[in-house]
């Protein structure tokens, strides 16, 4: 039976190819919630800007609208601030899948040299089965010649009614 001289080794690759789908999953559902805050306020900052151009024309207080222009400010640096949330989360979707990608190339090499191996393994073996099997044919067929010969002596080669 083949037995894979690395695969304590290859093991671990695995779990770790694992642990890294699942950290590149969360970084990825991570990025999704940040567009999507991001999204969200884009669009209470469109909103508060109509709500602010209707109050405008309806005149309202300059206090009153004073609170809206601040509070669209807020909204924008807000903005701002989710932008750079949503940049870094995906450079760490880009890093976690980068190091998924060379996990995956160490094992998958792993995997390929162990394949390679059980390969030549069962080559090896298939070689010394047809081995044992020619060297028993042989000995049958020496065997049977041995046999043959020995027994051309004893008996004559008539056929059993002339023989008598």
């Known amino acids: 039976m083949y037995q894979f001289k690395l695969q304590a080794l290859l093991n671990p690759r695995r779990h770790q190819e694992e642990l890294c789908q699942k950290e590149l999953a969360k970084a990825q559902q991570d990025l999704s919630n940040a567009q999507k805050k991001l999204k969200s306020i884009k669009k209470d900052k469109r909103d508060n800007i109509q709500k602010l151009q209707s109050r405008q024309t309806e005149r309202h207080s300059a206090s009153n609208i004073l609170i809206f222009i601040n509070y669209i400010a807020q909204l924008s640096r807000d903005l701002d601030a989710q932008r750079q949330q949503v940049g870094q989360a995906s450079q760490r979707v880009t890093h976690k899948r980068d190091n998924l990608i060379a996990i995956m190339k160490k094992r998958k090499s792993l995997e390929k040299l162990k394949e390679k191996q059980r390969l ?37 080669h008539k056929p059993p009614s002339e023989a008598q």
């Open 120 to 156: 030549e393994y069962q080559q090896k073996m298939m070689q010394a089965e047809r081995k044992l099997n020619d060297e028993i044919a042989a000995t049958r067929y020496i065997r049977n010649q041995a046999e043959l010969t020995e027994g051309s002596g004893s008996f004559s």
